[in-house]
């Protein structure tokens, strides 16, 4: 028997499991997962002092996804997260999901986080998604086109910024302007304005208008636009 729970401990350290971690006083730590739930290595770490600015502590997590910080004083604390991800050439920065986003005090805390695709951040609306952001506008001259009655469909080219599988996606804009929360990918994206077909290209440029186009999110497109992507229409 002894054997056998040796064996099933080595199982599960080689899967990167550990065992659950405990509050410590005077720590704060916790663990950060993949949209898979496996450990994120390397993911940044920020303890905000919410008493003195400027005095946040900073670590990543090791290996097994894990952080501890040590926290001095007495003061209260708001724990955030955020992963660095290549793709396409390009290195986004992802805020990361926490399981509670409350904030604590010297005496310690645990606090785990996620990578999540999509999603409404924790605070309200004010705070955004952790999608992508899609907005767009029509070209000079379209005057006749409701934009909240633009269906779009966004086909998946290869894997997401997570290495998985996407979905086909139609959406409208409930705002007329911007489609909001889409897994961060590369995409073949279409429009129909009442069962017919407008065409699209990239905003700002001198690109020919097509039928279909792929596009990639940006980890910025000046002046306040992240993770995002602008396209605009014709008839």
Aim: charged share 20%; hydrophobic share 35%.
């Amino acid at each position: 028997m002894i054997v056998c729970c040796l064996l099933v401990f080595a199982g599960c350290e080689q899967d990167g499991e550990h065992e659950p971690i405990q509050e410590e006083e005077g720590y704060v730590q916790g663990t950060v997962k993949d949209t898979q739930g496996k450990p994120i290595a390397g993911a940044q770490i920020v303890i905000d002092n919410t008493l003195i600015y400027d005095s946040n502590l900073t670590t990543t997590t090791d290996e097994q996804g894990v952080y501890k910080i040590k926290l001095p004083g007495s003061f209260t604390w708001m724990a955030y997260a955020q992963l660095r991800q290549s793709y396409h050439g390009e290195t986004f920065v992802l805020d990361l999901h926490p399981d509670k986003a409350e904030g604590f005090t010297s005496e310690g805390a645990i606090r785990n986080f996620e990578w999540k695709l999509s999603g409404k951040r924790p605070g309200g609306s004010s705070t955004g998604y952790y999608g992508g952001l899609l907005t767009f506008d029509a070209y000079p001259g379209i005057w006749d086109v409701d934009n909240k009655a633009i269906e779009f469909t966004l086909t998946p080219i290869g894997p997401l910024i997570d290495g998985t599988s996407g979905q086909v996606l139609k959406i409208r804009a409930e705002d007329g302007y911007q489609l909001l929360d889409i897994p961060i990918g590369r995409y073949t994206i279409s429009a129909a304005y009442q069962g017919v077909a407008l065409s699209l290209r990239q905003w700002n440029t001198d690109d020919a208008f097509a039928a279909a186009l792929e596009i990639n999110f940006q980890p910025t497109i000046e002046p306040h636009c992240y993770n995002c992507v602008k396209l605009e229409y014709n008839k």
